[in-house]
Each structure stands twice: as structure tokens, then as C-alpha cells.
T-cell receptor, first 111, second 115 residues
Framework: QKEVEQDPGPLSVPEGAIVSLNCTYS??????FMWYRQYSRKGPELLMY??SSGNKEDGRFTAQVDKSSKYISLFIRDSQPSDSATYLC???????????WGLGTSLAVNP | NAGVTQTPKFRVLKTGQSMTLLCAQD?????MYWYRQDPGMGLRLIHY???????AKGEVPDGYNVSRLKKQNFLLGLESAAPSQTSVYFC??????????????FGPGTRLTVT
């Protein structure tokens, strides 16, 4: 079993939909949780960063961490075609500066 | 600020040839990383460095060497390229503990094809 599981999709939604992207993990020591967005043929860019449990909101994006269920989510409200990308989750236990990555979920937002 | 830059952007090698990929960052970050990204395999850590003059092995280090002679630069070398090393290579950097979080900042990538 991989330490971080992420459904690769692809996920296809109409413009304006609410998108939910998820990762599950097995290591209860993880404390730092990140979401990256990667456009085709580009490098990953940091989208959201949360520490421990709870929610964090940034514009149309909300990151949610449920440590009791070992489950993290990224919600995108009012999705736009420009949100079409691969979304990768990453996490770290806070002890070695090496991130553990999900495989990424491919999202297409159709106009 | 340019952030993290990588050269070259593209390269085609023949089996057995050698090359060096250069990563540079202008954010004064202590930690630097080299990843490869392959379809269905995600991002895999090749080597990393926790400071100038240090290097350490990641998940898939075989066939690669690295050097960090200057804090801002991290070099990835392929001594004898193999077709299995055909991939997209990403460099990333991260700030020192206590001065920032654990997030990593990525370069644009190098697409390498080995024939």
C-alpha cells in the first residue's frame, strides 16, 4: 500500500461546477499538507498549504484536512476552464523535509 | 526573482552519452531536490541536498550523481544515459527549517529523451 493514495481520474466537469479532489494517507505522523497544480508541460506550483487539521480558504479554493480519517480534500468553487490541470497532493511529517506525493488527479473543466 | 530555473529545457541523448542538468534558485533556500516524473509513476525523488556541499540519495538514485558546490546551484549528472532515464526532470527548492514551511518550489522542468 502506498503511503499516499490519490485517484488519477480523469475528472471532467462543466464550467461553474464545484470540484472535490481527495487524497488518503496511512502515516499518522503527517502534519503538513499541500496541494500543487500542474499545467501540461509545466512544473508543479504550490496552490494551498495547511498545517495539521482544519480548513483553509483562498479565493475559490478550500483545503480541508481530517487527520482522524487520514483524508485531505481540495474544493474548487465556480470552476473555470483555466482550472484544467493535474492536481497533486503532498505531505510531510515535519522531520526530514522530504514530501510524500500522490500520483495526481487530472481535471478538465469544460466551457 | 526568477525563482527556480533549469537548463536545458529539452535534450536528446544517445545511449551511453553523458550530460549535466543545471538547477539554479535565487530564493536563498537551503534545501534542493531533483525529481523525475513519469506517466503513472508520479514524482519520484532522485537526490536531494540539505545545504551547500551536502547531497543525499532519494528514492531512485541509481544512474545519477549530484553536486551542490554553491548554495544556489544543484547539478544532476547522468554518466552513461540509458533509455530508462527518458523522463521529465524537475528541480525544486525549500527554505531552511524555521524560516519557512515545508513547501517546495519547482522549476519548469527538463524533457530528456534517451534513444
Amino acid at each position: 500500500q502506498k503511503e499516499v493514495e490519490q485517484d488519477p481520474g480523469p475528472l471532467s466537469v462543466p464550467e461553474g461546477a464545484i470540484v472535490s479532489l481527495n487524497c488518503t494517507y496511512s502515516n499518522s505522523a503527517f502534519q503538513y499538507f499541500m496541494w500543487y497544480r500542474q499545467y501540461s508541460r509545466k512544473g508543479p506550483e504550490l496552490l494551498m498549504y495547511t498545517y495539521s487539521s482544519g480548513n483553509k480558504e483562498d479565493g475559490r479554493f478550500t483545503a480541508q484536512v481530517d487527520k482522524s480519517s487520514k483524508y485531505i480534500s481540495l474544493f474548487i468553487r465556480d470552476s473555470q476552464p483555466s482550472d484544467s490541470a493535474t492536481y497533486l497532493c503532498a505531505m510531510e511529517a515535519g522531520n526530514n523535509r522530504k514530501l510524500i506525493w500522490g500520483l495526481g488527479t487530472s481535471l478538465a473543466v469544460n466551457p | 526573482n526568477a525563482g527556480v530555473t533549469q537548463t536545458p529545457k529539452f535534450r536528446v541523448l544517445k545511449t551511453g552519452q553523458s550530460m549535466t542538468l543545471l538547477c539554479a534558485q535565487d530564493m536563498n533556500h537551503e534545501y534542493m531536490y531533483w525529481y523525475r516524473q513519469d506517466p503513472g509513476m508520479g514524482l519520484r525523488l532522485i537526490h536531494y541536498s540539505v545545504g551547500e556541499g551536502t547531497t543525499a540519495k532519494g528514492e531512485v538514485p541509481d544512474g545519477y550523481n549530484v553536486s551542490r558546490l554553491k548554495k544556489q546551484n544543484f547539478l544532476l549528472g547522468l554518466e552513461s544515459a540509458a533509455p530508462s532515464q527518458t523522463s521529465v526532470y524537475f528541480c525544486a527548492s525549500s527554505p531552511r527549517p524555521g524560516t519557512g514551511g515545508y513547501e517546495q518550489y519547482f522549476g519548469p522542468g527538463t524533457r530528456l529523451t534517451v534513444t
